[in-house]
């Protein structure tokens, strides 16, 4: 072995070492970027996932996506607080500052957080999304500032005295959502969206490409998705919830089924849901089958003129008898039964 292929070999280790260091650090910094509010997840190089964790102020989750010189943002949150921890790691991880905020849709806990990301970043929804959060918020949050901290005292109380652990993670979840009203109600400044589009618009990094896709009437009026193509990823949004019952009141079954079915056509390797784990296209699968087996029980129910005791009275079917939110099922039971027999 001559000098120069040592010096060759030398700086190919160097390289490698380098390499590998900055894949271990990454790892690692994506593991120690923590907050009370979330957990933080790669879904791919420079994509993450961040996970509401039970007690915090998140309660939807977010994803995070370099584009290369600018970061994306998707979802911010039902407290600012969480959504300043969101912010910080974002720009941790990225390296880059955040330019694109997204709001999947206007359900306040995917939407409050816009507050902490201005003036920098530019917010993006749905036209419909803008409208409806600017006719919803300002309403929501009196109506809040009246229920919210007696219904935290309740379930505070209720979270004492419960002994079932998975009802008591569900009420740790509940008092989250409730604190986090509570504390931000003073500070909350309705931020709507800069930009926004009717069917589908792609943000061009120099890194990757991320597409936006609108998907109407399921979850909500508007809902979107994004989709990042080369990694094939999507961040989903509240049109699929993994491991929990989804809430279903705000939108329409049908449509909802429509929408899924539309999603699974994409190239999916992992999607990151509104709420719950990561998961794949599988789980829109279960989604889907969740919908129409609520459909075929109404259906049955309505068929059997059950009264609105005998429905209080329905058990969950199985597999999602394991889901948590059972609280959601009750009443996404109740609206599809309403809705049904008008
Ligand atoms: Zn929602």
């Not at 600018?70 to 969480?82: C, M, N, Y």
């Not at 969206?193 to 069917?199: G, I, L, M, N, R």
């Not at 193509?229 to 989903?236: D, G, L, N, T």
């Not at 889907?288 to 609105?308: D, H, P």
Request: net charge negative; with cysteine; aromatic share 10%.
């Amino acid at each position: 072995m001559n000098s120069n292929s040592s010096l060759i070999d030398k700086t190919f280790m160097n390289t490698l070492l380098f390499l590998l260091f900055i894949l271990v650090s990454g790892c690692l910094y994506a593991q120690n970027s923590t907050s009370k509010h979330f957990k933080v997840e790669s879904m791919s190089e420079g994509v993450y996932a961040i996970i509401h964790s039970p007690g915090g102020y998140a309660i939807c989750n977010a994803g995070i996506v370099n584009l290369g010189e600018e970061t994306l943002v998707f979802d911010t949150f039902l407290a600012p607080g969480a959504a300043l921890d969101l912010l910080k790691i974002a720009v941790e991880l990225t390296g880059n500052p955040v330019k694109y905020v997204i709001n999947s849709h206007y359900h306040n806990d995917h939407i409050r957080g816009n507050q902490v990301f201005k003036p920098s970043a530019t917010i993006i929804s749905t036209a419909v999304t803008r409208e409806l959060m600017a006719e919803n918020e300002p309403k929501e949050i009196l109506q809040e500032q009246e229920y919210a901290p007696q219904r935290l005292t309740q379930l505070k109380q209720e979270y004492e005295t419960e002994t079932d652990e998975k009802t008591k993670k569900s009420l740790l979840m509940w008092i989250g959502y409730f604190e986090a009203m509570v504390e931000s109600h003073a500070i909350l400044k309705t931020t709507l969206p800069d930009v926004t589009f009717s069917k589908s618009l792609s943000i061009h990094g120099s890194q990757r490409e991320a597409q936006l896709f609108t998907f109407d009437l399921g979850h909500t009026t508007s809902d979107l998705i994004l989709y990042l193509p080369a990694e094939k990823i999507v961040f989903a949004g509240d049109l699929l919830f993994i491991g929990m019952h989804p809430y279903l009141a705000d939108g329409n079954t049908t449509h909802l089924v429509q929408d899924l079915m539309q999603l699974k056509t994409f190239d999916i390797e992992k999607v990151l849901p509104g709420h719950g784990e990561v998961g794949t296209s599988q789980d829109i699968d279960l989604m889907i089958k969740y919908v129409n087996q609520m459909n075929s029980l109404v259906e049955r129910l309505a068929a059997q003129n059950v009264s609105s005791e005998e429905l209080e009275q329905v058990h969950i079917p199985e597999p999602f008898d394991s889901w948590e939110f059972s609280n959601f099922f009750r009443l996404n039971l109740k609206f599809m039964f309403n809705s049904y027999a008008r």
